[in-house]
């Protein structure tokens, strides 16, 4: 809200900005969080064996 002010010197509710948005086809989507210990190796190899070994490379 305050870029938006500050950028274009014109102020908004947040209702009125969300429905400005949704107007025109945006949403808001809350970002979601990374776990504190990520095990991107773990992740892979749970990606391989639901996909398959086609994803492989090399």
Request: aromatic share 14%; proline share 3%.
């Amino acid at each position: 809200m305050a870029y938006i002010a500050g950028r274009w010197n014109i102020t908004f509710t947040v209702s009125g900005l969300y429905k400005g948005l949704k107007q025109h086809g945006f949403s808001y989507k809350k970002p979601k969080g990374v776990p504190h210990k990520f095990a991107v190796e773990k992740r892979r190899l749970r990606w391989l064996s639901q996909c398959g070994t086609d994803h492989v490379a090399g």
